[in-house]
């Protein structure tokens, strides 16, 4: 099969890509970037993805799209949301329409992680309404969701879409603003203080992001009538519960706490039971993940600057 993926230099699609070479996978990356993975089944398409020929013609060479890409998280949104309502819900819609137009199967990565909104119970399944949105992000991945359900229901679209929780591992930009347990264990390797915004006590839905891309190739490949999968561990984590499990592993680690940021929810929780039982799904605890993902990065001896 032929994979395309857009945004596939960033953090889930370099991920992803490795996944699809497990499964011998031609994969045809569009991207702004080209990342630094080389392998004869991986073909990068350097460029600005926007709605054009070129556009039309990688989903026509394709039997699979991801989209994988976005121009704003919810820190860079602050400033940028113009680039997410002007540009990527409208690249999405033709995104959709020429591949429900050509039949293409169309995976939309959905951020589980905010378009849920502040809810009063938790975890939330998918079936759960979207309650208030903290930041323009937010808004553009909900916006984006929404129409991808609408083209499944009136355009009969095979779109299906993961709600995804809040991934950490390899290849993410720790710049961005995104992905608090890479940030601070790099932060605490290199003996910088961990960035708090709060007293610590937000609870976030972590997942390794290895488990994300397997259970994204399993929606790729899956046969069933469901469309809409959280793909989370299914159990919250303080950040302050993160950074006890950093300084068990790494010496004289400081905090450095800033005030709570309105864009940010005070907790996200997602329910899993739908992967668990249709892709036989089965989350490793938090303490040894994060003990993992030090060690790897102590290996690669990770040096972080302000
Ligand atoms: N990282 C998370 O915590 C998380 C959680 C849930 C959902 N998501 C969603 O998953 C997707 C991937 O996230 P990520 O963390 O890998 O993001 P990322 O920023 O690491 O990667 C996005 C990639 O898209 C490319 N890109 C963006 N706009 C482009 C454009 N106009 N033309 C060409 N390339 C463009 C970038 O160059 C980058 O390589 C996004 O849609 C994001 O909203 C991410």
Known sequence: MVFLVLGGSGFIGSNFIYE????????????KNIATIKHEHLHYVKGNIHPSICLKNLIKKSDIIVHAFSSINPTTS??????????????????FNLAAKLKRRVIYLSSGGTVYGEQKTYPVSETTSFGHLTNHYAIVKATIDR??????????????????SNPFGGYLNCTSG????DVAIKRAVSKLPIIVYGDGNTIRD???????????????????????????????????????????????VSVNHLPFRSIDLKCSILDNTLIKKVFSYHPSKIDSLVISRIKQLKANEVKYSD
Do not use: P, W
Request: hydrophobic residues 40%; glycine residues 6%.
């Open 20 to 31: 699809l070479l497990k499964h011998r996978h031609k994969i045809i990356v569009f991207d």
């Open 178 to 181: 995104a992905g608090f347990i």
């Open 206 to 252: 972590y997942i390794d992001v290895k488990d994300v891309c397997a259970l994204l190739y399993k929606m790729s490949m899956y046969k069933g009538k469901k469309y809409i999968f959280n793909i989370s561990s299914g159990y919250g984590t303080t950040q302050n519960e993160i950074i006890k499990i950093i300084r068990d592993n790494i010496k004289n």
């Open 147 to 164: 129409t991808a359900i609408m083209f499944k229901e009136k355009q009969g679209a095979d779109i299906l879409i993961a709600r995804i």
């Open 78 to 95: 602050i400033k940028q949301y113009k680039k997410g309502y002007l540009f990527d819900i409208k690249t999405s819609v033709e995104i």
